[in-house]
């Protein structure tokens, strides 16, 4: 079975400043991870996610992330944060090697952003 | 993208009645439907899994008899909260799939308040 951590619940940060959200996984097989971002009041939205290949992952809006299977991590980096990234944001994991593979979510962190 | 739809998108009821949420893929079909449930301000939490025209597999702790999935057809799936009580108050949301992992997409969620 596949677990995440999310170690911090809340991430408050200036605008313009850098952020680095942590997401540590477990898991016994391969795996894919992703980032989910949740905006107020709105449904999950995928951000980005690492299926094989390349270890650094690349979202549109300037965020990134980096699998690093010798730590078990996939943390979450934007050099510099806008107002608008303000939401919560969620570190999945999936089993890679079932077809039947369940997406399992950890904890968010809400990122705020100030001004 | 693929685009999820879920109604209602809130829904108050009354202790020991019965709501049913639905999900459509507008503009794909899905293979396969999760339901999630997500208290405030914690993760979303796998409730089940269904094929389209079998039976769900729930997960550990979830009562089939109380939150009964029906995945009819590949772009509609209902979930039934059978005589609904305040603990049942929560955000739900589904999540169909096409085909492999990262065809998986979610829906903006269904808010139940029981009261």
């Known amino acids: 079975a596949q677990s995440v951590t999310q170690l911090d619940s809340q991430v408050p940060v200036f605008e313009e400043a850098p952020v680095e959200l942590r997401c540590n996984y477990s898991?016994?097989?391969?795996?894919?991870l992703f980032w989910y971002v949740q905006y107020p009041n709105q449904g999950l939205q995928l951000l980005l996610k690492?299926?094989?290949?390349?270890?650094l992952v690349e979202s549109i809006n300037g965020f990134e992330a980096e699998f690093n299977k010798s730590q078990t991590s996939f943390h979450l980096r934007k050099p510099s944060v806008h107002i608008s990234d303000t939401a919560e944001y969620f570190c999945?994991?999936?089993?890679?090697?079932?077809?039947?593979?369940?997406?399992?979510f950890g904890s968010g962190t809400r990122l705020s952003i100030r001004p | 993208g693929a685009v999820v739809s879920q109604h209602p998108s809130r829904v108050i009821c009354k202790s020991g009645t019965s709501v049913k949420i639905e999900c459509r893929s507008l503009?794909?079909?899905?293979?396969?439907m999760f339901w999630y449930r997500q208290f405030p301000k914690q993760s979303l939490m796998l409730m089940a899994t269904?094929?389209?025209?079998?039976?769900?597999?729930?997960e550990q702790g979830v009562e089939k008899d109380k939150f009964l999935i029906n995945h009819a057809s590949l772009t509609l799936s209902t979930l039934t909260v059978t005589s609904a009580h305040p603990e049942d108050s929560s955000f739900y949301i589904c999540?169909?799939?096409?085909?492999?992992?990262?065809?998986?997409?979610f829906g903006p969620g269904t808010r139940l308040t029981v009261l």
């Open positions: 999945a994991v999936s089993d890679r090697d079932s077809s039947a593979s369940k997406i399992i």
């Open positions: 898991s016994s097989v391969s795996v894919y």
């Open positions: 690492y299926l094989s290949g390349s270890t």
């Open positions: 503009d794909f079909q899905a293979t396969t």
């Open positions: 269904s094929n389209e025209g079998s039976k769900a597999t729930y």
């Open positions: 999540s169909p799939r096409t085909s492999g992992i990262d065809t998986q997409y």
